[in-house]
């Protein structure tokens, strides 16, 4: 936590390396409060240095008046997310970084607030889904509820540099799946589950685990299948799970038509789940996302280091598939 805190804590002119002048006392600050109990700046920023000094629980006093007198201040929203983080209180943190993203405020702390509000739902998820499994009888029955989950797709090849493909592949039909009127199980709630639950599957679509996964999910469909690749031949099973196994449906063709064979299958799902595809929703679903392989491989890799919660390794590799092709 007390990384961006003090980084904050310089935005803001309280870092005794922001600059020749002299920070702010506390004693500072409070006059300037006392003086005026209105001054949202002025509460912002004894709020602000109270949390650098990691004085979390008298920072919330004026952060949160200030965050009363002005709902649309990003800095002080931002604030009470990082303290309520270091009081271990994430639902109050994830609150006030979803209320930041609500406003029209400066960008400034957009990109970290995201990642952090990512996190927070993650953990927040993954505790929900380790809880359900230990209550696994008390789920309940999500059927109706249209969603669709895309679940990885096994890797059947015997050549590990595409080990993650499959991972990759779930990503891109999600999307696609996305473009459609279906309602499609946003990433970082697969991910929480993938963290949590081996999904590892015998076949396509294990009749055994898709009804948990399911629940998990909150999804009364799921998609997934099998990648399997031999030399320069590629073949990608893909099935929809609806109560039972059906639609089994296979496309195939050589390593380099990788998206159009993706796109057939997208499509396949589509009428699988009797989804009537428009022609603007058709061309969308058909843009290819890269040319490069390479870049997949690695925006793959990414991902599954992502569902694994290893975030400095997604970064690295992300930061490798974007040099190819930006």
Known sequence: MRLPLLALGAALGLSACSGPAAPPSRATLEARVAASPDD?????????FLAVDEQYGPALGPL??????DPGDGQTLYLIGLVNEALERPDAAEDAYAGYLGVDADDTYRDSLRSRLDALVRQRLQTQFSAALVTEDTLADVTGTGAVGVLPFAYRGDNAEYAAIGRGLAEVVSVDLAATELDVVERIRLQALLAEYDLAREGLLDPATAPRAGRLLGADRLVGGEVDIQGEQLRIESAVWEGQLRDVTTAEGGLPELFRIQKETTLGVLTALGVEVTEAERAEILRVPTEDLVAFLLYSRALRREDRGDFLGAVQLYDEALARDP
């Open 40 to 48: 949202v700046e002025a509460l912002r920023d004894l709020g602000a």
């Open 64 to 69: 949160t008046r200030a965050r009363d007198l």
